[in-house]
């Protein structure tokens, strides 16, 4: 049985915010972000770190990473966009299901690696959601 919370997503059995999908990789808004429109960009196939990605599956995420990066840029007309990618509790892994985050960035705010307090509400989300693919 495979407890994967990310796997639930890809699935649809736990709700998330979908920003893009196709047949290799699932992208949606991360529910505890660190900048307004942080979204993770997972691999259909279950690997719980790089290392253990196929370098297939792997070459079939990067395009999705590349989509939905820009289409957060064009979106949220942020100045630029960082990819961030944890591989183990020492690098502050925390789900154990290989993602890619994607995080806007701003002219003059360095980046601030802290979840912003309070988390958004769903309504705020949902908003979000809206503005992206509206
Ligand atoms: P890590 O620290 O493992 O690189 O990042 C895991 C990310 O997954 C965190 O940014 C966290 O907020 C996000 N996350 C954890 N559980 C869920 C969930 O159920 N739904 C969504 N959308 N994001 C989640
Ligand atoms: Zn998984």
Redesign the pocket.
């Known amino acids: 049985m495979?407890d994967?919370i990310?796997?639930k997503i890809i699935k649809g059995e736990i709700p998330s915010f979908k920003i893009f999908e196709d047949e290799h990789a699932f992208a949606f808004l991360d529910i505890n972000p660190i900048e307004r429109g942080h979204t993770l960009v997972i691999p259909k196939f279950?690997a719980k770190e790089l290392f253990f990605l196929p370098p297939e599956e792997l070459a079939g995420v990067m395009p999705a990473i590349q989509r939905t990066a820009t289409l957060l840029k064009k979106k949220l007309g942020c100045d630029g966009m960082a990819l961030s990618q944890l591989n183990g509790e020492a690098a502050g892994q925390t789900v154990f299901?290989v993602h890619f985050h994607l995080i806007p960035r701003y002219a003059g705010t360095p980046i601030d690696w802290t979840p912003k307090t309070p988390a958004p509400t769903m309504e705020e989300l949902a908003a979000l959601h809206r503005q992206i693919l509206g």
């Open positions: 495979n994967c990310f796997c279950h299901h």
